[in-house]
C-alpha cells in the first residue's frame, strides 16, 4: 500500500512538472496593432464641391502585406515580428484606415458599392499605391504612396506622389505610432485634393486627362 502511494505521489509531481513546463514553453498571445487612433477631431460638414468618392483596393509591397509587422534590419534584412500583428494583412488595414481618416476629414465616408444608380462617372475614384512601408527600430518609419483621383464628372485625374519619414525610439508602439502619423499625413493631402481638386501644397502631382 506505501508502495502504491509513493507511486501515486510521484505521477502526480510528474504531472505537476509536465504541466508547469508547458506552460513555460507555451505560445505567448499576440499583440495586435491599429493604424487607426481614436478620433478626436470635431465633426465635419461634407462640402458640397466634392461629391461621392470611392476608395479603391490599397497596393503595398508583397514583402510586407502580412499579418505580422515587418521590420528592416541594419543589414537590410526583413524580420517578421510574429507576436507583433496589425489587425488584418497590412493592405487590407491600410485601406481600412485611409478610409476611416477619409471619412473623419471630410464628414462622408467613401462609396462602398458601385450600383446601377451610382456610376462610376459619378464618383471621384481614388487610388493608393503604397510603394514604401518601411518601420525601422529605434531609427524611423517611412512610406511613400503614389496616388491618383479621377474626378467625378470630369476627364481630370490627378497623379500625386507623397512622401513621409517619422524619427522613432526603440519599441514596437513607437514604431505603430509613427506609422499611424504617416497614415494620417497622407489621408490629409488626398483630403485636400479632393475638395480642391488640386494638389495639395509641397505635393509632386502631374494633372491629365482620360
Not at 1 to 10: A, E, I, L, R
Not at 50 to 72: C, F, H, I, K, Q
Request: charged letters at 15%.
Amino acid at each position: 500500500m506505501k508502495n502504491d502511494n509513493k507511486m501515486k505521489n510521484v505521477s502526480l509531481l510528474a504531472l505537476v512538472g509536465l504541466v508547469a513546463l508547458l506552460e513555460g514553453c507555451s505560445t505567448p498571445e499576440p499583440h495586435y496593432y491599429t493604424l487607426s487612433p481614436e478620433n478626436t477631431r470635431p465633426a465635419v460638414t461634407p462640402d458640397p464641391r466634392m461629391g461621392a468618392y470611392a476608395l479603391s483596393p490599397v497596393t503595398v509591397p508583397s514583402e510586407v502585406d502580412n499579418l505580422a509587422l515587418v521590420t528592416r534590419e541594419p543589414n537590410g534584412r526583413l524580420l517578421p515580428l510574429s507576436d507583433d500583428r496589425w489587425s488584418a494583412a497590412l493592405s487590407s488595414h491600410l485601406q481600412s484606415a485611409l478610409s476611416i481618416d477619409l471619412t473623419a476629414l471630410l464628414g462622408m465616408p467613401p462609396v462602398q458599392n458601385i450600383n446601377q444608380s451610382v456610376t462610376q462617372n459619378d464618383v471621384t475614384q481614388v487610388q493608393v499605391d503604397v510603394q514604401r512601408f518601411e518601420l525601422v527600430p529605434g531609427q524611423y518609419v517611412a512610406l511613400d504612396a503614389l496616388w491618383r483621383l479621377r474626378f467625378r464628372q470630369s476627364s481630370m485625374m490627378l497623379t500625386c506622389f507623397s512622401q513621409f519619414k517619422q524619427n522613432v525610439e526603440i519599441g514596437v508602439t513607437a514604431l505603430v505610432l509613427g506609422q499611424q502619423k504617416n497614415t494620417q499625413l497622407l489621408s490629409a493631402q488626398i483630403a485636400q485634393a479632393l475638395v480642391s481638386r488640386s494638389a495639395p501644397a509641397q505635393v509632386r502631382c502631374t494633372q491629365s486627362k482620360f
